[in-house]
Structures are given as structure tokens and as C-alpha cells.
């Protein structure tokens, strides 16, 4: 049953072992072959699972729930702040796709938060509930001048409204056949989004994303579809790391079909590419949209698996380079790498570009993916045999990783 999904079932689990903090408390204090990172992959998951985090409303959220014996109330406790959704909405639809994924979401930006904090160690998460007067509204948690993290961002966005000619136009151009009424397509969309910028240049930023879509054409027809993916972008290549990382999202794709790894790792290759530069933005991962070809219920679980996968396959990494020293030049090239990031996201990213084109979008939210310092210089271009031309290979031809 609804109430018994995984995802709400470890938020039980753990609300046992959380304290509840007021809004304003403190983090917790943050207390090399495949086998030594699995084991600190395990070792991150517990630690940032059950780590306490400032700043989660939890004060807030106790104070709220006004029905100790409601179940659904005393899951959703666990989260950083409340469903955007109403509860008594959620609970009269809770077999609804929709309520399915927001709470998914929900306690997907739960779980990387504590994570993230626990290997943190110093910094806390401002949590900022938002409403969108067109209908809708999100919650966008970040960490900023964190010991490890320089901005860590995790927003959930649940939206509804009708899409922009703008909006419609660019779908359209991905081969969606949409029946507007007077220009107008009512529309649902919620996810979850991510982008993680470290300060030291030896742990590389990730970005995930995954979504749900809804939309009602003229007709009455209803069309959804999932979309999202994970991608590692590393300012110097350590292979042992590139592997980790592809090969857990490989095992939570080959749950569900051994074709959607290979598929989506090279949706993911050809998707994040500057094609000014003529490099990717990062070493990849997997990445994907559009996806109706099968149920909505085994589409959901591949994106559950997808979700899930975001801690172990990152954290170990993090914990493996968080303490590295560096020197002035290796964080100059961190600087000019963040502004090829910052260049991809503003040219090319079809997120962005939609959710700049939505009526009633928080900017603020939608360029909380761009990192707080960034650097261009004028034909900057490394020796061949540097260890900065090293990654330059990489991205200029993408590799098979797990082969």
C-alpha cells in the first residue's frame, strides 16, 4: 500500500533515531580499489542518514502535525519541511502518481541533505518554503560557506498552472504533439533538483534531477512522462572515483533492464556537451526524459532506484578527497572549470531554458545550480601532458567506464 512505499518506510525508521532540532540548532559534527569505496559508501549512507541538520523545521513541523496517530503526518515529519501539497490532498489521492512522487521526492531531498551535512560538518541548510502564485510551489534547501561544500543546493518544486507558448514551443520540438485550447496547456510537473559545488578541487560537483510531468491537452487526453538523470563533473580525473560512480548507477539501472544503462549513458554523453568548446560539461553519468514506454508504475520504480542511488554513488568520493590538500593553480583551474558549468547551464540546459519560460518561476531556484565563484580567462589552454590537459582528453572523448 501507499503508506507502506520504501521511501516512507526508512522516514519511519529513522525518525526514531533523529533528535528534533529547533530551526536554528547546529549540524551534527562530521563525527582507497572498489572494495575500500563501497565500504565508504556504506559508511556515508548510515552516518548521513542518521546524522542530525540544522535548519529542517523540524521544531516547526512537530508544532504543525496536530494528529499523533495520523501515520502519514508522523512520516512526513522526516522531511526537510512539509509536502507542498496539502495533506488531506495527498491522503485523498495517496494512489495517485502524483502524491506518489512528491512524497518520493520529498524523502529523496531529505536523505541527500542529512548526507551532505554529516560530510559537511560545519555548515547548515536554510530551508525556504516558496509558493508560486500561478499554483504551486516548492521548498529549496541550501548550504553556503560550508567547511566542505562551497553552495550545496537540493530543491523539491511541485507546480501546476498552464505552460508558456514558450514552453510548449520547445516541446514540441522534442516531437511532442500537444492540443492546446486557446493557446493554453494545463500542466503538473514536481522533482526534484541538485547541484552540489565543493570548495576543495579534488572532490568534483554532481548535479541529479528527477521529475514527473502531466499535462491535459485540449481534448481531455491526458500524456506523462519521467525525466531526470545523475552526472559527476570532476575538475582532475581520478579514475578509481569515474568508475565508483558509473558502476552504482549502472547496478540501479540493470534492476529494471540491462539496455538502460547503456542507453542512458550515452543519452547522457550527447546531452551534456558544449558544443562551443566541443567538450562534455563533466564524465557523465546517465540522463533521460520523456519516458511513457512502459507503466507509470514501473517507470516510477526505475526512478526510485535512480534517486536511491545518489548518496552511495557520490558521498564515497567525497569523503575519499574532502580533506586533500591543493595548491593556488589547482584551485584557479577549478575556477575556469565552474565557468564551462556555468556556460553549459545558461547556453544549452533545456531545464533552465523551461524554467525560465514558465510563468511565475522562482530565479532563485532555478540558478541555484550555478556555483558562487567562477573564473574566465582569455584562451586559457594547459599543457598537453598536465594533469588539467588530462581531463581535457576525457571530456573531449567520452570513455566507457564499467567495460
Known amino acids: 500500500s501507499f503508506l507502506r512505499h520504501p521511501v516512507l518506510r526508512s522516514c519511519r525508521a529513522l525518525r526514531a533515531q533523529l533528535p528534533v ?16 569505496l563501497l565500504a565508504a559508501a556504506g559508511a556515508a549512507l548510515v552516518a548521513g542518514l542518521t546524522a542530525g541538520y540544522s535548519h529542517l523545521q523540524r521544531a516547526e513541523l512537530a508544532a504543525r502535525i496536530p494528529s499523533p496517530g495520523d501515520e502519514m503526518e508522523q512520516l512526513c515529519a522526516d522531511f526537510m519541511a512539509l509536502p507542498v501539497t496539502p495533506m488531506e490532498q495527498l491522503r485523498e489521492h495517496r494512489d495517485d502518481m502524483k502524491s506518489r512522487m512528491e512524497l518520493m521526492i520529498m524523502g529523496t531531498q531529505a536523505e541527500v541533505c542529512r548526507a551532505l551535512a554529516q560530510a559537511d560538518g560545519a555548515a547548515s541548510f536554510t530551508v525556504d518554503r516558496w509558493q508560486r502564485a500561478e499554483g504551486g510551489g516548492g521548498i529549496s534547501c541550501v548550504l553556503q560557506d560550508g567547511k566542505v561544500f562551497e553552495k550545496a543546493g537540493v530543491n523539491v518544486s511541485v507546480v501546476h498552472g498552464y505552460l508558456s507558448e514558450e514552453s510548449i514551443r520547445q516541446m514540441k520540438s522534442r516531437g511532442k504533439s500537444l492540443k492546446t485550447k486557446d493557446g493554453k496547456l494545463p500542466f503538473c510537473a514536481m522533482g526534484v533538483s541538485s547541484v552540489i559545488h565543493p570548495k576543495n578541487p579534488h572532490v568534483p560537483t554532481i548535479h541529479f534531477n528527477y521529475r514527473y510531468f502531466e499535462i491535459e491537452e485540449a481534448d481531455g487526453n491526458r500524456q506523462w512522462w519521467f525525466g531526470g538523470g545523475t552526472d559527476l563533473t570532476p575538475t582532475y580525473l581520478d579514475q578509481e572515483d569515474v568508475v565508483h560512480f558509473h558502476q552504482t ?41 520523456d519516458l511513457d514506454f512502459a507503466s507509470k508504475e514501473e517507470l516510477f520504480a526505475f ?10 554513488c557520490y558521498l564515497p568520493i567525497v569523503e575519499k578527497h574532502k580533506n586533500d590538500s591543493f595548491t593556488p593553480e589547482e584551485k584557479l ?10 556556460e553549459f547551464n545558461l547556453v544549452y540546459d533545456r531545464g533552465t531554458k523551461f524554467g525560465l519560460a514558465t510563468p511565475g518561476s522562482r530565479i532563485e531556484s532555478i540558478l541555484m545550480s550555478l556555483p558562487l565563484t567562477a573564473r574566465w580567462e582569455y584562451n586559457h589552454i594547459p599543457p598537453e601532458d598536465s594533469k588539467e590537459g588530462e581531463i581535457l582528453k576525457v571530456l573531449r572523448k567520452p570513455r566507457d567506464w564499467v567495460h
Open 303 to 312: 526512478v526510485e532506484s535512480c534517486a536511491k542511488a545518489v548518496v552511495p
Open 333 to 342: 583551474w577549478q575556477q575556469l572549470r565552474r565557468g564551462r558549468y556555468v
Open 249 to 289: 548507477l549502472k547496478d540501479a539501472c540493470d534492476k529494471h533492464s540491462p539496455t538502460f544503462y547503456p542507453k542512458y549513458k550515452k543519452w547522457c554523453d550527447d546531452y551534456f556537451f558544449i558544443n562551443h568548446r566541443g567538450e562534455s560539461r563533466g564524465v557523465g553519468g546517465i540522463f533521460f526524459d
Open 21 to 36: 532540532r529547533a530551526l536554528h540548532g547546529s549540524s551534527a559534527p562530521a563525527a582507497r580499489g572498489r572494495a575500500s
